[in-house]
């Protein structure tokens, strides 16, 4: 069965590659009358993102219910992150007037402060496993 899955959900990265690869070069070439075309793939790329974060864990518990506690132990590790992101985010530090001529609240600026935050820490920590991975297959 996994084998099975791994191939499907291999063919359908594949397309979805394709597609986007085709659209963003219609996009590229249309300039900026294409924006919407691009938002509508963005849309679209969210939507499957959420549907594959809810799936992947139920299908993880159905085909090895041990695996629970992994995905316990991962969500309690990006609620960390997520904390230490907002704990660490400067919040709103722009000045109102600048604000004001951006047509964008305080309290959005603070939401973009602790996503680029979040996003960071996300980041460095995916370099920092690279790294840790490639030196430790250099001792093996």
């Known amino acids: 069965m996994e084998d099975?899955?791994?191939?499907?959900?291999?063919?359908i990265l594949w397309g979805l590659v394709g597609i986007s690869t085709i659209i963003l070069a219609i996009c590229a070439f249309k300039g900026e009358s294409s924006a919407d075309m691009q938002m509508y793939l963005t849309?679209?790329?969210?939507g499957l993102l959420v549907v594959a974060i809810l799936f992947a864990p139920i299908y993880g518990v159905i085909v090895d219910p041990t695996s629970i506690k992994k995905i316990g132990i991962a969500l309690g590790a990006f609620a960390l992150v997520a904390l230490v992101a907002y704990l660490i985010s400067p919040g709103a530090t722009l000045s109102q007037e600048y604000l004001d001529s951006m047509n964008v609240t305080a309290s959005n600026e603070a939401v973009c402060d602790f996503?680029?935050?979040f996003?960071?820490?996300?980041?460095?920590g995916t370099i920092l496993a690279v790294l840790g991975s490639a030196v430790a297959k250099?001792?093996?």
């Not at 099975?4 to 063919?11: G, T």
């Not at 996003?119 to 460095?124: D, E, F, H, S, T």
């Open 138 to 140: 250099l001792f093996n």
């Open 115 to 117: 996503l680029m935050m």
């Open 43 to 46: 849309y679209a790329l969210f």
């Open 119 to 124: 996003v960071y820490i996300m980041l460095g």
């Open 4 to 11: 099975k899955l791994f191939k499907i959900s291999k063919y």
